[in-house]
Every structure is written in C-alpha cells, then in structure tokens.
C-alpha cells in the first residue's frame, strides 16, 4: 500500500470557477508546479483530480484541477486534506528527513544511554526542538541542531544525541 504526504488543507474557493484556495503545508510551495494529479482526501474518501493550473495569491496556492469547474462544487471540499504519494516527493538532500519519519524514533546519547522516544516536534524561529520521552519521565528537548544530532539512522529508528551543558 503506498503511503501519501500531506500537502496542503483547502481553505476555501477562488472565484466562482471552482478553483481551489489552499494553505500549503509543504516547506515548498512551489512544488504544486512540478504536480500532474493530486488526491484529495475529505469524508473519509480519497479521489484524484488533475491539476489545469497553479498560481498564488497571497499565503495561498490556488490550484485549479479539471474536474471542479463549479464554486458550488469546490465548496464541498473546504477543509479537505491535499495528498501525493511518497513516489512524487521531493528528493531529500543528504541530513534531511521527513518529519513523520522522525517521531517514535528511540534516541540515544553517544554514550548509549536510553533517552527514550521523540514524541513531539516543535518548530521554533530559529531551529526545530525534538521533544523526547521515556515512561513517566519528564520531557526532555533537544535541539535540532549539528551539535546535538550525531546521527539519524530511520531505518535502525536510532537517533544518536549529544547533550550540551543544561539541556537536562
């Protein structure tokens, strides 16, 4: 079964041709421009739609698909969830993950003590912060950053962390 990405979330409609207004949730808007198709996941159903044009207004990606050409119709599908399949993903340079392979990871210090799992990702101006819990411990957060991440192993699902001064 081939896992999806989320894209984006339709927000609403542009104009009254049925084009669709969607918040991008992907680190890169513009890649909607290198996209044929894209799925459409609302109600629990998923149903692909063909992508005619793509132009931006704002925050938003206004993406017009060949199967809604009515307002009415786009209306239906406000809050619905913009999908592509892991086989139409940007490649990732080495060093960069995608987020959702990172949580459940178990994560330990290079000295090989048990940290436990990255539970949470908190995304901050300056760089992310992995939040790490183990039982019923305190949660402890490492920043993404070089001199704390060693290492990402997704396949081992290892991550390897150095601890600065006052991070515990």
């Known amino acids: ?4 990405f989320e894209i984006g979330k339709v927000a609403g409609t542009h104009g009254i041709k049925g084009t ?15 996209l044929k198709e894209i799925m459409i996941e609302h109600k629990g159903k998923k ?3 063909h992508i005619e044009k793509i132009a931006y207004h704002k925050k938003f990606v206004l993406v017009t698909v060949k199967e809604i050409k009515d307002i009415n119709i786009a209306e239906e599908y406000k809050g619905a969830t913009i999908l592509i399949p892991e086989s139409s ?8 993950y995608y987020i959702r392979d990172l949580y459940g990871l178990r994560v330990i210090t290079e000295d090989g003590e048990d940290l436990g ?9 300056a760089n992310d912060v992995y ?3 183990k039982g019923d411990e305190k949660e402890l957060l490492i920043p993404a950053i070089s001199q704390c991440i060693i290492k990402v192993d997704i396949p081992a699902g290892e991550m390897v962390v150095r601890l600065l001064e006052g991070l515990r």
């Open 1 to 4: 079964m081939e896992r999806y």
């Open 20 to 34: 669709l207004r969607v918040f991008p949730t992907t680190e890169d808007p513009s890649r909607y421009e290198l």
């Open 47 to 49: 149903e692909t739609f």
């Open 89 to 96: 993903a940007l490649p990732l340079a080495s060093n960069e």
């Open 117 to 125: 799992e990255l539970v949470d990702i908190y995304e901050t101006g």
């Open 131 to 133: 939040a790490v819990k």
